[in-house]
């Protein structure tokens, strides 16, 4: 039951993190007057390569915790902070609006190269950005024993499969959703990653307060 519950709240985090389906029209924008074929090229590398980057952090993020003597629970702090912050764009459509500036000065600079494209902005940072990474190490770091660590591995290929999936079926989600559902299912997500931050922040202060108060 436990490590259900810890792989539901996993898999929450990331898909509020990452939002699979609001990529979806930053990935029309982006490929736009492209060929369908480049298209699914495009959406594969960037899928790839936004997991090759996620796994790398997932590894070896504790190495790198500990290589800069960053306890746990002050990174289940700074990140839950993190969090709240792209909960609060989320709320307030304040992330959508940046992502679209992004997305728009890419696709000055990266129409003529696909395989750019794929890697910015779509791999970093629409999907593999800094909350995502911190996310992702904070998960792993959090994981009790083996087969739950395995599951957040599991978490983490089940959203690539997602956005990988809103990417080949960014323009039926779009028709299918509008603007006034998107921006509905965009502010309930927000505030759902804003109570998983708050909770990390609170199970990081407990730490600290465990700790010093440990012999």
Wanted: overall charge neutral; hydrophobic content about 60%; charged content about 15%.
């Amino acid at each position: 039951m436990v490590l259900i519950e810890f792989i539901l709240n996993a898999f929450a985090t990331l898909f509020v993190t990452i939002d699979p389906v609001g990529l979806a029209p930053m990935f029309l924008a982006l490929t736009a007057g492209v060929s369908a074929a480049d298209r699914r090229r495009v959406a594969v590398r960037a899928t790839l390569t936004a997991g090759a980057i996620l796994f790398v952090f997932f590894f070896s993020g504790q190495t790198v915790l500990n290589l800069l003597g960053i306890s746990v629970p002050a990174f289940r702090v700074a990140g839950g902070l993190l969090l709240f912050a792209i909960a609060f764009e989320m709320v307030f459509d304040h992330r959508n609006k940046r992502k679209s500036e992004t997305a728009e000065k890419a696709v000055v600079h990266s129409r003529q190269d696909l395989q750019a494209l794929a890697v910015f902005p779509l791999s970093i940072p629409l999907i593999a950005g800094p909350a995502a990474i911190s996310a992702v190490i904070l998960l792993s770091s959090q994981a009790p024993d083996t087969a739950t660590y395995a599951g957040v591995a599991g978490v983490i290929l089940s959203i690539l499969a997602c956005c990988m999936g809103a990417f080949l079926l960014a323009d039926k989600i779009e028709r299918l959703m509008g603007d006034t559902v998107q921006m509905v299912v965009t502010r309930l997500l927000g505030v759902l990653l804003a109570a998983l931050s708050i909770q990390f922040v609170a199970d990081g202060i407990i730490a600290f307060t465990r700790g010093a108060m440990a012999p």
